[in-house]
Nanobody, 128 residues
Framework: QVQPVESGGGSVEAGGSLRLSCAAS????????LAWFRQLPGKEREAVVG????????YYANSVKGRFTISQDSGKTTVYLQMDSLKPEDTAIYYC?????????????????????WGRGAQVTVSS
């Protein structure tokens, strides 16, 4: 499906782990970047991490480096966000965003405007 579909999320205590999944695909001629954004309560949506069409990750949020890991399945249709050592300040709605490029390398970006397709979001709540 062109539109990303997220799964996972939930509630966990500080120090715990959660994994989010995002499935998205298009025709064979399209490459893609899949990225995770999050929106903290009362804040603007921010980029967390993206995986480009060559499988290269870019971490945008310094606060998650070393704790969050992005990966994909062998079929390159699903990306995962493994979140370890979670903190209460990670509490947010996490959105998966897709950017498609035709017959070319597809880079990721940190701006919402670079992504045409969005998932509905997954709530992540970390309690202290």
């Amino acid at each position: 499906q062109v539109q990303p579909v997220e799964s996972g999320g939930g509630s966990v205590e500080a120090g715990g782990s959660l994994r989010l999944s995002c499935a998205a695909s298009r025709g064979y001629e399209w490459t893609k970047c899949l990225a995770w954004f999050r929106q903290l309560p009362g804040k603007e949506r921010e980029a967390v991490v993206g995986l480009d069409s060559k499988g290269g990750p870019t971490y945008y949020a310094n606060s998650v480096k070393g704790r969050f890991t992005i990966s994909q399945d062998s079929g390159k249709t699903t990306v995962y966000l493994q979140m370890d050592s979670l903190k209460p300040e990670d509490t947010a709605i996490y959105y998966c965003a897709a950017r498609y490029c035709r017959y070319s390398y597809c880079a990721c970006g940190s701006q919402q405007s670079e992504y045409a397709y969005w998932g509905r979001g997954a709530q992540v709540t970390v309690s202290s």
